[in-house]
């Protein structure tokens, strides 16, 4: 058990799910671009990116883990996914390290 809390599994599973799983599932499905590119896309990746750089920091991670989502996000979207929604990975990198940047260490 040790070993899956020094890897941090959870912030895995979440970065491969939503990074390569869902816009795969989203290509196999009829969704329309607006659902696609703005809720999921724009609102929901959003706030996870935010809520993951907030995480980063509070468990004092290394900060290269703010790239693992907007890497496996930008695979995914190679993989299977419309081109223009590539450039939602470097917002997501700026939004998980305006987080990362904002949020107080635990104990100051």
Request: charged share 10%; aromatic share 16%; proline share 5%.
């Amino acid at each position: 058990m040790t070993v899956l809390k020094r890897i941090s599994w959870p912030f895995w599973t979440v970065s491969i799910i939503l990074g390569v799983v869902v816009p795969i599932l989203l290509h196999s499905i009829s969704i329309s671009g607006l659902w696609r590119s703005g809720v999921i896309y724009g609102l929901l990746y959003s706030v996870t990116a935010g809520l993951i750089g907030h995480f980063v920091k509070r468990h004092g991670d290394g900060w290269w883990r703010l790239f693992v989502l907007p890497v496996l996000f930008a695979l995914g979207i190679l993989m299977s996914g419309p081109r223009y929604a590539l450039y939602f990975a470097p917002m997501y990198l700026c939004i998980s390290y305006l987080a990362y940047g904002l949020s107080a260490m635990e104990g100051m």
